[in-house]
């Protein structure tokens, strides 16, 4: 088993072809998206079409958003998923209904085996953070670690990482960028294609292979995206300033 495991692409076509781009010279053609398509990024409806064709896809809060209500949004993730909403609803009429039922489908989780796919977390799939720092809480963590039978993927925070049972947390780089699956449960963040928040600007993701995970990071046209969001006057040009920034 070969997959690529993507996660929180916010409209940022640039970053997601990069990302394609990169999966397909692994030789990768099994993808999973760990939700938030859109949001934030200024190009929600190509990134709903991409993420169409892959295997699989849960829905992130960002999608729920888009699709009722955005709560518990900061001002600007509020705007950005308003004027997503209105793109959706401005398209023509076959690709309007074709987009509008993807969202409206996607599950909460998928499972494979003993491997979970959600956007958050086991027990709040679409809205639950799990942070390095959770694991200087037990509770929580022994709750969400009693929900996996094995592995299970998140994203939502855009940080990237490996929380282990035992409670310890590891970035990317305390690892050399790889680990194995072994018998122990693991939580492995695979950050964020559109909107890297781990002071990395990078498009992030990850290859499963079998019983062995690699972080990637690949590098886009961030420049391009940053012009499209100033041009667009319900994005807020900060979205742009993150991107650079890696934050």
């Not at 401005?90 to 599950?107: C, E, N, V, Y």
């Not at 969400?144 to 592995?151: N, T």
């Not at 990317?172 to 699956?181: G, M, Q, T, Y």
């Not at 990395?200 to 993701?205: E, F, T």
Request: hydrophobic share 40%; net charge negative.
């Amino acid at each position: 088993m070969k997959r690529a495991i993507i996660s929180d692409i916010h409209g940022n076509l640039e970053a997601l072809d990069a990302v394609l781009e990169d999966i397909t010279k692994r030789d990768i053609e099994d993808v999973v998206c760990l939700g938030d398509i859109v949001g934030y990024g200024p190009n929600p409806l190509e990134c709903i079409d991409r993420v169409m064709q892959f295997r699989a896809c849960v829905m992130g809060n960002h999608d729920q958003a888009a699709l009722y209500n955005p709560l518990y949004f900061n001002s600007s993730a509020t705007r950005a998923i308003l004027w997503t909403r209105r793109m959706l609803e401005a398209d023509g009429p076959l690709d309007r209904s074709k987009r509008w039922k993807f969202l409206k489908h996607l599950p909460p989780a998928v499972s494979d085996r003993d491997i979970l796919y959600v956007h958050g977390s086991p027990r709040d799939p679409h809205n639950e953070y799990v942070f390095s720092g959770d694991v200087k809480n037990p509770m929580k963590m022994q709750h969400i670690f009693s929900l996996i039978e094995h592995v299970c993927f998140v994203g939502h925070t855009h940080i990237p990482g490996i929380f282990t049972e035992n409670l310890s947390f590891f970035a990317p780089e305390d690892v050399d960028f790889r680990s194995a699956v072994g018998h122990e449960k693991l939580i492995v963040n695979v950050g964020s294609v559109g909107q890297p928040r781990n002071g990395n600007p990078l498009a992030s993701y990850v290859v499963l292979d079998d019983a062995q995970f690699r972080f990637c990071r690949v590098q886009y046209d961030l420049e391009k995206t940053v012009a499209k969001i100033e041009a667009i006057p319900d994005l807020d040009d900060s979205l742009g300033y993150r991107l650079r920034h890696g934050r």
